[in-house]
């Protein structure tokens, strides 16, 4: 997949562009048959995939409210680029590019620049300055200009047939802590990912069980509570249990996320690793003593043995 993140990078048009545009958080079902359907399309006619998103969020450009990321920009990324779509323009945000009008976009961005023949979005799709450009201005513009309109329905959930699968669905799942249903939306473990960095280092002294501990930045936090995880480090991939929130039993109301990686033994500081939630085992306890706390582990590495299996 070629990765292009500066209009300016393009020198001339690609091979009849078919295109799909979106912020893809969560690069999710919903979003997967889109870019699929991009692919189809592009395969039929000769032509060159492309999706199209923005760096940051357009809400966060604009200085307004957005939501946490279910996926930040390098996952995206990769999500993106393993679904087969030739090109991924992921271009800057900001308040010059959100005042270039709609027809603008379509006529100098779309047309001119992008050399697109077909375009692929969803049902509330909107776009220009303003929002003022929606599908019937695409349609009207694609029969002067000579490329096709193509709107996907939703895709919906299997099970229910009824809850659409979006990017707010899957928040409100992880927030809600069932993680196991966000997987079912994202096709995937909903996954965290960063740095190891030092903590309080009372896991292997105190408790007997040593973690790795990482920070969140701008991505979404799964509700508080103990989880079976996956770990994938630079050693291979693990079975770990995970503590999101204060550690009641310490007192001390510091967050943290704190990954005890089951038969592992690394030094991990300073190295990324990624964290697959595979299901919440339980709600933080304040336990009486920290020799109790220490049993309750050792419970938790149990069943998650047992889900892992």
Request: proline letters at 3%.
């Amino acid at each position: 997949m070629e990765l292009i993140e500066d209009l300016n990078q393009i020198k001339v048009p690609f091979n009849n562009a078919v295109v799909t545009i979106g912020n893809f958080d969560g690069v999710h079902k919903g979003h997967q048959a889109l870019l699929h359907q991009v692919i189809e399309k592009g395969t039929q006619i000769g032509g060159t995939g492309i999706a199209m998103t923005f760096e940051p969020h357009p809400l966060r450009a604009l200085g307004l409210s957005s939501p946490p990321l279910i996926t930040r920009r390098d996952q995206k990324i990769e999500l993106i680029e393993s679904s087969g779509i030739d090109v991924l323009l992921c271009l800057p945000f900001d308040k010059a590019f959100a005042q270039i009008t709609a027809r603008a976009f379509i006529e100098d961005i779309l047309i001119k620049k992008i050399g697109m023949k077909t375009i692929v979005i969803g049902p509330d799709y909107s776009f220009g300055k303003n929002r003022a450009g929606n599908i019937e201005l695409l349609k009207a513009k694609g029969e002067e200009l000579g490329y096709e309109t193509i709107v996907s329905d939703w895709v919906r959930d299997v099970e229910t047939d009824t809850a659409r699968i979006s990017s707010t669905v899957i928040r409100k799942l992880v927030m809600d802590g069932h993680v196991e249903r966000a997987k079912h939306y994202l096709g995937r473990f909903y996954q965290i990912r960063g740095k190891v960095i030092t903590g309080r280092k009372r896991g292997g002294s105190q408790l007997g069980f040593p973690t790795a501990n990482i920070k969140l930045h701008d991505e979404l936090c799964p509700k508080f509570g103990v989880y079976a995880v996956t770990v994938e480090t630079i050693h291979g991939k693990f079975k770990g249990v995970a503590n999101i929130g204060f550690s009641p039993t310490f007192g001390d109301h510091i967050f943290t996320i704190e990954v005890h990686i089951l038969d592992f033994k690394e030094n991990i500081y300073d190295s990324r690793i990624r964290v697959n939630m595979v299901k919440r085992l339980r709600d933080e306890i304040k336990f009486s003593s920290i020799a109790q706390l220490s049993d309750q582990i050792r419970k938790d590495i149990e069943t998650v043995k047992e889900i892992l299996k």
